[in-house]
C-alpha cells in the first residue's frame, strides 16, 4: 500500500497534525469531469459516482492511522446533518484498510463509507496524500479541493456547497 501512495517520501511530506490546514477549499482549475469512482461499500455492494449525479458529492479520501482524518470525521457527521433533505451527498473513501478497523473507528456514519482496498481509485483522483477532499458539482465536475484536515461543517465550507447547490 505504501508504495501506491508514493512512498515514505511523499508520506513526510503529508500534513501530519490537527485542522490548521486551513478553513475553505481551493477551486480546481478548469473544472474537470470527476475520475469514475466506484467501490464496494462495508456490505461489498458496489457504490458508483455517477449514481449521484444531479447532487453536489464530497468525496472525501482518508485513513484511520491519519491524525487529521480522525479529528475531521465528526465534522462530516455534522455537516450531512446540516445539509439533510438538500441534493448533497457524502461519500467517505477509506484506503487500504479492511472493513472491521473502519467501522471500530467510525461506527455507522450517516454516509457511504466506501473502501480502496488497493488504493487504486486514489490513484486516478488529484490526491495530494490524506485526508484530500473533493467538492463534485451537479454535472460531475471537480469544483473544490481540500489538502488537509478540515472542519467541513465550516460556514465557508458549507457557503461554497450551497453555491454549487444552486448552480
Known amino acids: 500500500m505504501l508504495a501506491a501512495l508514493g512512498g515514505l517520501a511523499a508520506l513526510a511530506a503529508w500534513p501530519r497534525f490537527g485542522l490548521a490546514q486551513g478553513r475553505g477549499m481551493s477551486a480546481v482549475a478548469g473544472s474537470p469531469p470527476a475520475p469514475p469512482l466506484r467501490l464496494p461499500d462495508a456490505d461489498g455492494k458496489p457504490v458508483d459516482l455517477a449514481a449521484y449525479r444531479g447532487k453536489v458529492v464530497l468525496v472525501n479520501f482518508w485513513a484511520t492511522w491519519c491524525p487529521p482524518c480522525r479529528q475531521e470525521l465528526p465534522s462530516l457527521s455534522r455537516l450531512k ?3 439533510s433533505g438538500e441534493a448533497f451527498e457524502i461519500l467517505s473513501v477509506n ?5 472491521d478497523t473502519v467501522f471500530d473507528f467510525a461506527g455507522n456514519p450517516a454516509y457511504p463509507m466506501l473502501f480502496d482496498h488497493d488504493s487504486t481509485a486514489m490513484a486516478t483522483w488529484p490526491v495530494k496524500g490524506v485526508p484530500t477532499t473533493l467538492l463534485v458539482d451537479r454535472q460531475g465536475r471537480l469544483a473544490y479541493r481540500a489538502v488537509g484536515g478540515r472542519e467541513f461543517d465550516d460556514a465557508d465550507v458549507v457557503g461554497l456547497i450551497r453555491q454549487l447547490l444552486k448552480a
Open 81 to 83: 446533518k446540516k445539509l
Open 95 to 99: 484506503i487500504g484498510e479492511d472493513v
